[in-house]
């Protein structure tokens, strides 16, 4: 724990001197010009050279008003934490994520991000996730800025495109935990792999783009096979188009095939289709729509099994800080490794600012001929530093 605790001053120390405020005309985050380029090599060579400008002051200590020398290179640097106070009528058993695991207090997730452009050609995204005991690399790898037209590739670890929710980190969600089918057919943390993505903007009037990705199929809830060749290979198809003049909608398809690990060559597919709706007549009020289906094909040596469920909700924005929201899910259509439920989940999030954010949420959960079980939470959302966007 000390030494996450020493990270994290680290890091943020690090933020810190990155937001410094920019030199009048300057730009960050932009691509550079062999001028450019140039004039970064000048200034490194004198960066170790005193200021000579605007300082400023904490109490006792000064420092530099004027970003120069290395801060110039330093990334965008930001956090994002997610606490919860939950109440289970019977705590959760087995992996939960980053969802709230127990009565009590939670620590679902603190988000540290590191993201900028490293020349014309490559971009970098790295976003280490830190829990009550460990750290790990939620994300971290590289995008292509030069490809030719329409073509974009990335590398490293990442979550698949895969359906509209596995996209998202903790700080995307309209509720406070992850959809049902999503944390058991992809994993409760979601579909992460190390692996490449090629993606092509195809040129038509409009949006519809192809995305496909070769990666090491670790994820052990579908597949996390044994064999050295056990890789997993999965795709999207996304379009979308404006209906009316406010509102958009997105459909979109997925598939993955991969491999399990319940014996040698066992192999899995999963299937998605998903759509978003939003609609927008004013600047404070709006309404997302988001629906999701996922299907399962299992191999276990002996058969090969289905099953499959869906979720389904509603986001409506009727004040500038206020959203309410409902979430349905459903599991078991068809039913083989998971049992039949289903949730009801309404939600008030409260956005005092765009740094902050205060939810309440409550769930009726049944599971088969099981007792229901109820849960409510609280959760508050913190951001510091800038933080990029992630997908429409």
């Known amino acids: 724990m000390k030494k996450i605790l020493w990270v994290l001053f680290l890091s943020l120390g690090v933020g810190w001197l990155s937001q410094v405020p920019l030199q009048a005309g300057e730009k960050q985050g932009t691509n550079h010009t062999d001028q450019e ?16 400008d605007q300082t400023k002051s904490i109490g006792p200590f000064k420092y530099s008003a004027n970003q120069a020398g290395l801060q110039k290179l330093l990334p965008d640097i930001s956090l994002i934490g997610n606490f919860a106070g939950a109440y289970f009528s019977t705590d959760p058993t087995g992996a939960t994520g980053v969802d709230p695991a127990k009565t009590g207090f939670n620590l679902q997730e603190i988000e540290l991000a590191l993201q900028s452009v490293i020349d014309p050609y490559l971009r970098a995204d790295v976003m280490l996730a830190f829990s009550e005991d460990t750290v790990e690399l939620e994300e971290g790898y590289f995008t292509t800025l030069a490809f030719p037209k329409g073509f974009q590739m990335r590398g490293g670890k990442f979550r698949l495109p895969f359906g509209r929710q596995n996209q998202k980190h903790t700080e995307n969600w309209d509720f406070a935990d992850n959809a049902l089918m999503n944390k058991y057919v992809l994993g409760p943390d979601g579909l992460k792999e190390l692996g490449v993505e090629v ?13 496909g990705t070769f990666s090491n199929g670790d994820g052990d809830a579908s597949f996390g096979g044994t064999r050295k060749q056990d890789f997993l290979y999965q795709g999207r198809l996304s379009t979308s188009f404006d209906v009316l003049e406010n509102s958009s909608i997105l459909f979109g398809t997925s598939a993955a095939f991969g491999f399990n690990n319940t014996g040698l060559g066992n192999q899995t597919q999963v299937f998605g289709g998903d759509v978003l709706f939003k609609w927008k007549p004013k600047a404070y009020r709006s309404l997302v729509w988001q629906s999701e289906y996922l299907f399962r094909s299992f191999e276990d040596g002996s058969s090969r ?4 469920g869906l979720y389904s909700y509603v986001d409506y924005q009727f004040l500038k800080r206020w959203h309410a929201g409902m979430r349905y899910d459903q599991t078991g259509l068809p039913s083989y490794l998971i049992a039949k439920e289903y949730r009801v989940t309404p939600a008030l999030t409260f956005n005092p600012t765009e740094f902050t954010r205060l939810r309440v949420q409550y769930e009726y959960d049944k599971v088969a001929s099981l007792d229901p079980i109820h849960s409510a939470f609280l959760q508050l959302e913190f951001s510091m530093g800038p933080h990029g966007g992630h997908p429409f």
């Open 37 to 52: 380029i140039e004039a970064i090599s000048s200034q490194l060579k004198n960066a170790t050279a005193p200021a000579s």
């Open 199 to 211: 993606s092509y903007l195809i040129p038509l009037p409009f949006f519809l783009q192809l995305q």
């Open 305 to 308: 099994q289905k099953d499959g």
